[in-house]
């Protein structure tokens, strides 16, 4: 599989295949945003799609926020689905695209199961929990 980075310009054209992967990932982001929300700020260049491609299948795709901090520029996982980052191929070519955007971190939030596999298959370490109580 390869992974590719959508030009803003393409997310509508691309979304009747990556919206079902994505989607299932909001189910644990707390509602922060929804789905068209998510399509909304890929389609504008807010945020990045990246898809991973296998003989120009979509078999993944990611959400990627880039955070700048004043000493550290993050990539960091808001939605993924599918098969984006379930082998060490892809994680190599998602920290080389990391990489090349000057990011110095990969950060995501994640469900137990998820920062488990993550941990064990590519080497993540726990920087802290995010807690949260409605106001």
């Known amino acids: 599989m390869k992974l590719l980075q959508v030009n803003p310009n393409y997310v509508c054209q691309m979304w009747p295949q990556v919206n079902s992967m994505l989607e299932k990932a909001l189910e644990f982001s707390g509602g922060e945003y929804n789905i068209d929300q998510l399509k909304g700020m890929l389609a504008t ?5 990246l898809v991973a491609s296998d003989n120009e299948v979509i078999k993944g795709a990611a959400a990627i926020d880039l ?8 990539c960091f996982v808001m939605a993924i689905g599918g098969k984006m980052i379930t082998s060490p191929d892809m994680f190599n070519q998602l920290s080389d695209w990391a990489k090349s955007q000057g990011c110095t971190k990969i950060q995501g939030a994640a469900r137990e199961s998820v920062e488990r596999l993550w941990r064990q298959k590519f080497g ?11 106001l």
């Open 45 to 49: 260049g807010n945020k990045t799609l």
């Open 67 to 74: 955070i700048r901090y004043p000493n550290e520029f993050i």
């Open 124 to 134: 993540f370490s726990e920087r802290y929990r995010i807690v949260e109580k409605p």
